[in-house]
């Protein structure tokens, strides 16, 4: 088991200690990185619209991210650390704009199947509104979604979803606020439609 951050509990060794032993030179340790952190890795990709590349995505992040090691901050959280540089990969992935489309589209449909398969959105939402809510997540601007996904799909707070999107902690909360403003006005043209 294991906190917000990646770092384990029950006296488990910590990012930081790994992070160190890889640093010292021990290759195999950063596999347990790796275990630790692909799931949220490749939901992240997934969320933030690599679609089928997402696994291609979170390869190349764990490649970039070993590479960089050297320039990780001592005492900074792994996780958000690695994250920006998903998001980052993410990103180039989508420079081309017609392909952009198309992915996006693949993206938000496999968006479609983890939000159906996660259990507190199940309870929380009706089928017909969870349909509402991904349908104006996708109309949402791409800094709109960015945010919203980061703070309410991945479940990071501010300090992370600041670290992963490269933004300032305040410009997350002011964006998210009006992220939210937006969705929900979206969401009430939607449901009264």
């Known amino acids: 088991m294991r906190t917000r951050n990646g770092e384990p509990i029950?006296?488990?060794?910590?990012?930081?200690?790994?992070?160190?032993?890889?640093?010292?030179?021990?290759?195999?340790?950063?596999?347990?990185?790796?275990?630790?952190?692909?799931?949220?890795?490749?939901?992240?990709?997934?969320?933030?619209?690599?679609?089928?590349?997402a696994?291609?995505?979170?390869?190349?992040?764990?490649?970039?991210?070993?590479?960089?090691?050297?320039?990780?901050?001592?005492g900074s959280p792994f996780r958000p650390w690695l994250l920006r540089i998903v998001t980052n990969e993410t990103h180039n992935l989508h420079r081309g704009a017609g392909r952009r489309r198309a992915r996006e589209q693949l993206a938000w449909a496999r968006t479609e199947r983890l939000l159906a398969e996660a259990e507190p959105l199940e309870s929380a939402l009706s089928s017909e509104r969870r349909e509402a809510l991904i349908g104006t997540l996708r109309r949402l601007a791409e800094r709109d979604r960015q945010v919203v996904v980061c703070r309410y799909l991945l479940g990071l707070d501010e300090a992370e979803s600041a670290a992963v999107l490269g933004w300032p902690r305040g410009t997350v909360k002011s964006r998210l606020s009006r992220a939210l403003r937006r969705l929900e006005a979206m969401l009430q043209e939607e449901l009264h439609a």
């Open 55 to 74: 696994e291609d995505v979170v390869q190349e992040a764990f490649v970039k991210a070993y590479a960089r090691l050297g320039t990780f901050r001592d």
């Open 10 to 53: 029950n006296g488990a060794e910590t990012d930081a200690a790994i992070v160190a032993r890889v640093r010292a030179g021990d290759r195999e340790a950063y596999a347990e990185l790796v275990r630790r952190h692909a799931p949220t890795a490749l939901r992240t990709a997934s969320l933030l619209g690599a679609g089928p590349d």
